[in-house]
């Protein structure tokens, strides 16, 4: 299903009756999830509603970025209908890095397919919030800064949400040290969607999956307490991402690495499906708890 449609917000309402026993899955433009493996008895006909956002914002690495409208892909022995209309919607727009992009590779499965958080959130924010994912392979906060930031600048309003999650690329780079470039750009990004009347929240960097001599690796650690103290500077919210991935890596042992993209081998930095679902509930859930009521 697509509908050619300009840059804004949408509420999608979607009618599905399985014709068997099945799970239907459904995702957006650039493999955004909505539904996954919501299991349906045959003959079982059940309504959903979604909030959808058009993004039509070219980046510097990237410029098919462009949604041009919107798309659906749905899976599952279903007959499914859908109407779609413009709606005045808020929006959570993700700023960051491969670990929040929208990853489109569809083959494999869920171990063996890449993918970003920020492309799992339509999952928990159902029809309360719209999506735009503006975050892209490779970026750090400079990078942000220059190009990512200001289309979502223009755009935004009260009521909209900015989260934002960078680290992974500022560290290889000499100008963005934790306490320095890297800390002034996410409080400089923070004031200004603060301008705008909307919400930033910054998320320290998700952690690597490496052990160290039996210990969990501290490569990420100086830039995530960096991003601790832009918060608290800024007046920012925050997600400790970095926290909460470390603790739960410890915590599952082995089983951690169900959680990251296994193709050709292992790969202990970006999740796969499984890993970006578990990550991006989390980030739903503290943006959804703080959310101004």
Same mark, same amino acid.
């Given at each position: 299903?697509?509908w050619?449609?300009?840059? %804004?917000?949408?509420?999608?309402?979607?009618?599905?009756?399985?014709?068997?026993? /099945?799970?239907?899955?459904v995702?957006?433009?650039?493999?955004?999830?909505?539904? !996954?493996? @919501? #299991?349906?008895?045959?003959?079982?006909?059940?309504?959903?509603?979604?909030?959808?956002?058009?993004?039509?914002?070219?980046? $510097?690495? +990237?410029? #098919?970025? +462009? =949604?041009?409208g919107?798309?659906?892909?749905?899976s %599952?022995?279903?007959?499914?209908?859908? *109407?779609i209309?413009?709606?005045?919607l808020?929006?959570?727009?993700?700023l960051?890095?491969?670990?929040?992009?929208?990853?489109?590779?569809?083959?494999? =499965?869920?171990? /063996? !397919?890449?993918?970003?958080? %920020? $492309?799992?959130?339509?999952?928990?924010?159902?029809? +309360?919030?719209?999506?735009?994912?503006h975050?892209?392979?490779? /970026?750090?906060?400079?990078?942000?800064?220059a190009?990512?930031?200001?289309?979502?600048?223009?755009?935004?309003? !009260?009521?909209?949400?900015?989260?934002?999650?960078?680290?992974? &690329?500022? $560290?290889?780079?000499? @100008?963005?040290?934790? @306490?320095?470039?890297y800390?002034?750009?996410?409080?400089?990004l923070?004031?200004?969607?603060?301008?705008?009347?909307?919400?930033?929240?910054?998320? /320290?960097?998700? &952690?690597?999956?490496?052990?160290?001599?039996?210990?969990?690796?501290?490569?990420? =650690?100086?830039?995530?307490?960096?991003?601790?103290?832009?918060? !608290? *500077?800024?007046?920012?919210?925050?997600?400790?991402?970095?926290?909460?991935?470390? *603790?739960?890596?410890?915590?599952?042992?082995?089983e951690?690495?169900?959680?990251f993209?296994?193709?050709?081998?292992?790969?202990?930095t970006?999740? &796969?499906?499984?890993?970006?679902? @578990?990550?991006g509930?989390?980030v739903? *859930?503290e943006?959804?708890?703080?959310?101004?009521?």
């Open positions: 299903m697509r050619a449609l300009g840059e %804004g917000e949408y509420l999608l309402r979607l009618h599905a009756e399985a014709r068997e026993n /099945t799970s239907l899955t995702t957006a433009n650039h493999r955004r999830f909505l539904l !996954r493996s @919501f #299991p349906l008895r045959v003959g079982e006909a059940r309504d959903f509603r979604f909030a959808l956002a058009v993004r039509e914002a070219d980046f $510097q690495k +990237r410029p #098919p970025y +462009r =949604d041009g919107i798309e659906l892909e749905i %599952g022995g279903c007959r499914v209908s859908a *109407e209309e413009p709606a005045e808020p929006v959570v727009y993700c960051g890095d491969s670990t929040v992009c929208d990853q489109e590779y569809a083959g494999g =499965d869920e171990l /063996t !397919r890449c993918c970003g958080w %920020g $492309q799992t959130l339509g999952l928990f924010l159902g029809d +309360r919030y719209a999506l735009s994912n975050a892209e392979q490779g /970026t750090h906060t400079a990078d942000c800064l190009c990512h930031f200001p289309p979502v600048q223009s755009r935004l309003r !009260r009521g909209d949400t900015v989260a934002i999650q960078f680290g992974h &690329n500022d $560290q290889k780079q000499s @100008f963005l040290k934790p @306490f320095g470039g800390k002034d750009n996410l409080i400089r923070a004031r200004l969607t603060a301008e705008r009347g909307a919400r930033p929240v910054i998320c /320290t960097p998700i &952690n690597r999956l490496i052990y160290v001599d039996g210990r969990l690796n501290d490569y990420l =650690d100086s830039y995530a307490e960096a991003a601790r103290e832009a918060a !608290r *500077e800024a007046g920012a919210g925050l997600i400790d991402l970095h926290a909460y991935t470390s *603790e739960a890596y410890v915590r599952m042992g082995k951690a690495e169900g959680l993209y296994h193709s050709p081998k292992l790969d202990r970006h999740p &796969n499906d499984r890993g970006a679902i @578990f990550i509930a989390k739903a *859930e943006l959804l708890r703080t959310a101004v009521k």
